[in-house]
């Protein structure tokens, strides 16, 4: 079964320090890999999309890392600001089922 | 670009009436999405549209759900009767796709169900 799980699914840092967001995927034959962010009562926000032939993606003081064999991504912040609480959800375009499978998400949370 | 546009932002109902949310996607975007987002189960995929055909539509919980796409510009999901437990947001997405390989996937702000 093709899944996508994050883990922590809550996280408290205090404000400044650089973190990292994990999502792991069961399957390696992928297309891509995108990290969101969501904001409470609104849609998903486009973060960073890792093609399946990229190692990492960049965009301001986020990073985002892909180990197909691994099966892991990763999502770097650097610098946390309170502007950064949010929840942050990776999704997996499998290359067999064509469609879009998310995690459950990581609820971050930056302590001023 | 106005991104994904969806409406209504809310819609409370009673139990048994028909239900109809609405997604306009970003022009030039030919893959449309049909998520719907709960506390217990996360984001679940219902149904999703390639160049304006139904590709999978798997995740559709049962016949109550239906989805259309009758041009590139526009989509209806629709719950008839509507029940309690259809109660969540639902959300449209769309994306260009190519060959299988997608550009990034972009949210409208979703509809908040309420069924009572």
């Known amino acids: 079964k093709q899944e996508v799980t994050q883990i922590p699914a809550a996280l408290s840092v205090p404000e400044g320090e650089n973190l990292v967001l994990n999502c792991s995927f069961t399957?390696?034959?992928?297309?891509?890999l995108q990290w969101f962010r969501q904001d409470p009562g609104k849609g998903l926000t486009s973060l960073l999309l890792?093609?399946?032939?990229?190692r990492e993606q960049t965009s301001g003081r986020l990073n985002a890392s892909l180990d197909k064999s691994s099966g892991r991504s990763t999502l770097y912040i650097a610098a946390s600001q309170p502007g950064d609480s949010a929840t942050y959800l990776c999704?997996?375009?499998?290359?067999?089922?064509?469609?879009?499978?998310f995690g459950s998400g990581t609820r971050l949370s930056i302590r001023p | 670009d106005a991104g994904v546009i969806q409406s209504p932002r809310h819609e409370v109902t009673e139990m048994g009436q028909e239900v109809t949310l609405r997604c306009k996607p970003i022009?030039?975007?030919?893959?449309l999405f049909w998520y719907r987002q709960t506390m217990m189960r996360g984001l679940e995929l219902l149904i999703y549209?390639?160049?304006?055909?139904?590709?999978?539509d798997s995740g559709m919980p049962e016949d109550r759900f239906s989805a259309k796409m009758p041009n590139a510009s526009f989509s209806t999901l629709k719950i008839q009767p509507s029940e309690p437990r259809d109660s969540a947001v639902y959300f449209c997405?769309?994306?260009?796709?190519?060959?299988?390989?997608?550009?990034?996937?972009?949210f409208g702000n979703g509809t908040r169900l309420t069924v009572t």
């Open positions: 549209f390639n160049n304006n055909v139904p590709i999978d």
């Open positions: 399957d390696s034959a992928i297309y891509n």
């Open positions: 997405a769309s994306s260009r796709t190519t060959g299988g390989v997608g550009s990034p996937l972009h």
């Open positions: 890792i093609q399946s032939s990229q």
């Open positions: 022009s030039g975007h030919n893959s």
């Open positions: 999704a997996v375009l499998y290359s067999s089922a064509s469609k879009i499978i």
